[in-house]
């Protein structure tokens, strides 16, 4: 149980271009969402967090207008990255909790690997 | 605010040497400590929560352990299949989960 997925697994895309990035559970309901940012060989960077029919809670510093997130269901969130740059390329990997549950754990997706050109 | 701080950065062990990592923290009302196994471009898989000080938790050859100020991650009798960074994390009384930067931890055959 508890996994979640994410697609693409890898994109590539033109500069100025948007992407958008798809994190499913797959066998529970996801009450909460996260969307993180990896840089090689530096831990997680939370960029925001998203409860269901709600707006996204963004960290300090990272752009909404350029990162769009929505959680319309209990399955599924999006991250779209508007007009991207070369350094909006990065690993980002969304995770989900089972709020109705109570549990507080955190299931990882398997990340999505952008690069921007 | 909330904190944590794993060493060491790296550690490299013979298969079959035991070790153990560590995890510090400092955070307002901890609901839960985690930890997580990350292997080189994937996401993060769940290995433990831990709730209060004095809890144990064992998988494997993994073992968690947790302090009112720190946490241990023993490895008992490695493989080279557990050469992977493990990542602490804590969580107060926000939503969100406050990473440690990890150690890669590599197991020499």
């Known amino acids: 149980g508890a996994v979640v997925s994410q697609h693409p697994s890898w994109v590539i895309c033109k500069s100025g271009t948007s992407v958008k990035i798809e994190c499913r559970s797959l066998?529970?309901?996801?009450?909460?969402m996260f969307w993180y940012r990896q840089f090689p060989k530096q831990s997680l960077m939370l960029m925001a967090t998203?409860?269901?029919?709600?707006?996204?809670?963004?960290e300090q510093g990272v752009e909404k207008d350029k990162f769009l997130i929505n959680h319309a269901s209990l399955t599924l969130s999006t991250l779209t990255v508007t007009s991207a740059h070369p350094e909006d390329s990065s690993f980002y990997i969304c995770?989900?909790?089972?709020?109705?549950?109570?549990?507080?754990?955190?299931?990882f997706g398997p990340g999505t690997r952008l690069t921007v050109l | 605010e909330d904190q944590v701080t794993q060493s060491p950065e790296a550690l490299r062990l013979q298969e079959g040497e035991s070790s153990s990592l560590n995890c510090s923290y400092t955070v307002s009302g901890l609901r839960g400590l985690f930890w997580y196994r990350q292997d080189p471009g994937k996401g993060p898989e769940f290995l433990f929560t831990l709730y209060s000080a004095g809890e144990e938790k064992e998988k494997e050859r993994l073992k968690a352990t947790l302090t009112k100020k720190e946490s241990f991650l023993h490895i008992t009798a490695p493989k080279p299949e557990d050469s992977a960074t493990y990542l602490c994390?804590?969580?107060?009384?926000?939503?969100?989960?406050?990473f440690g930067q990890g150690t890669r931890l590599t197991i020499n055959p």
């Open positions: 066998d529970f309901q996801a009450t909460t």
């Open positions: 994390a804590v969580r107060g009384g926000a939503q969100k989960l406050v």
């Open positions: 995770s989900a909790r089972d709020g109705l549950a109570g549990a507080l754990e955190q299931f």
């Open positions: 998203s409860n269901e029919g709600s707006k996204a809670t963004y």
